[in-house]
């Protein structure tokens, strides 16, 4: 049998010791506490979408955008990491080609709202004026030779006024499950 007194030394997180829960020490103690459950739960689901970067375009407008690259042969998933203003319907997508050795070696169009699995989504709709902005993968796919390839990105826009902050093209690792 375990001594009552030993039981409550060893779980001094659980066990507010002030006789007042509103005291600052049960605060802080509930607080720790609840910091401590969210880490064991949400944790896993970080290390899980971590993937290996192997290149980011960075894109602040509308263009051209070209970036060299070394790829090791592995899957390839195309993510866009997006902070945006616009109004009405607007329509962006990416065109990339990618090149090696001046030669075509593969290319895909993108559209970066058709996208799953959205990380830090936010999204603020106020008069017509949308503020979007987020983290995902999206629903293009491309093979990818080893060796040096260039990407070549057409970053475009149609529809209402759009103001871009941020339209990043990244590749990252694939695993498939």
């Known amino acids: 049998m375990i001594p009552s007194n030993l039981w409550y030394n ?6 507010y010791r ?6 600052k020490r049960a605060k802080a103690m509930k607080y720790k506490t609840s910091k401590i459950i969210l880490m064991i739960f949400f944790m896993p689901a970080f290390l899980i979408g971590c993937r290996q970067e192997i290149v980011r375009v960075r894109i602040q407008s509308v263009g051209e955008f070209e970036k060299a690259f070394v790829h090791d042969g592995s899957l390839v998933s195309l993510w866009t990491d997006l902070d945006i203003e616009y109004t009405d319907s607007t329509t962006l997508w990416y065109e990339i080609e990618f090149i090696k050795d001046g030669n075509k070696v593969a290319e895909t169009t ?10 830090m989504e936010r999204k603020v709709v ?12 999206m629903n293009c796919e491309s093979d990818l030779p080893a060796g040096e390839i260039a990407i070549h990105v057409n970053f475009l826009a149609s529809g209402g006024d759009v103001r871009i902050f941020r339209a990043d093209l990244i590749l990252n690792e694939r695993v498939e499950p």
Not at 10 to 15: G, L, M, Q, S, T
Not at 126 to 137: D, I, Q
């Open 10 to 15: 060893a779980c001094k997180p659980c066990v």
């Open 18 to 23: 002030s006789s007042n829960p509103k005291s």
């Open 110 to 119: 993108c559209n970066l709202f058709d996208t799953s699995d959205r990380l």
């Open 126 to 137: 106020v008069r017509g004026l949308t503020k979007e902005s987020f983290l995902a993968p």
